[in-house]
């Protein structure tokens, strides 16, 4: 009879399946942990991204800020320019018109049956409150004539002859009730002769101010 001992061979098989049973879970482990990196990395890279992209978000607006602030300046020195011009541009349109008109009311004051230009309501009102500061309906302008009319920033100076000193008052308060004229003030006068004429005159000078 032939005896076979199997109990060696037996424990070289078990032996064997453990350490291959072993390394099947190293894999397994080393595969699951490389699975979980690559998860990992590309939640980073998600999550790079996305700020990424909130960083251009932020740098676009920064860039527009800026852009909107360097425009508003720009356009408020336009504005400003704008409006330089523009009062040059009224300050010579003045400086052209504003004496003839003026001279203009000046004419019409001294034209018989006209006056100085006022408002109505407020020309009734300085009649009842001061009736001495009112002109004189029947006044007549062709006593008294003008010599002299200087202006220099916005005051002038007139100078004339006039048949007597309630001529120059009423000149002077027509002035004063002008809209074109103000701060009426009369310098101190003195009596002449006409050469020609022999007619005892009263030559006047007055100062006031101009509104144009």
Not at 60 to 68: T, V
Request: no cysteine.
């Amino acid at each position: 009879m032939i005896r076979i001992n199997l109990l060696p061979h037996t424990r070289r098989a078990q032996h064997k399946e453990g350490s291959q049973a072993w390394l099947a879970a190293v894999l397994v482990g080393m595969l699951v942990e490389i699975v979980l990196l690559f998860v990992f990395h590309g939640m980073k890279v998600e999550e790079l991204e996305e700020q990424n992209r909130k960083n251009r978000e932020i740098t676009a607006q920064i860039e527009q800020s800026k852009k909107s602030v360097a425009q508003h300046a720009a356009v408020k020195e336009q504005l400003a320019e704008l409006r330089a011009r523009e009062e040059a541009i009224r300050k010579l349109q003045s400086a052209r018109t504003g004496p003839t008109a003026v001279l203009l009311e000046l004419s019409r004051i001294l034209t018989p049956g006209r006056g100085p230009t006022v408002d109505p309501d407020r020309l009734m009102q300085i009649q009842r409150d001061n009736p001495l500061a009112a002109i004189t309906p029947g006044w007549d302008p062709r006593r008294l004539w003008i010599l002299s009319f200087q202006e220099e920033k916005r005051r002038v100076r007139i100078s004339g002859l006039a048949r007597d000193g309630e001529d120059v008052s009423e000149l002077a308060r027509r002035m004063n009730l002008s809209d074109y004229f103000s701060d009426v003030r009369l310098l101190p006068a003195r009596r002449d002769v006409d050469p020609e004429t022999k007619i005892e005159l009263v030559r006047f000078s007055l100062e006031a101010g101009v509104k144009y």
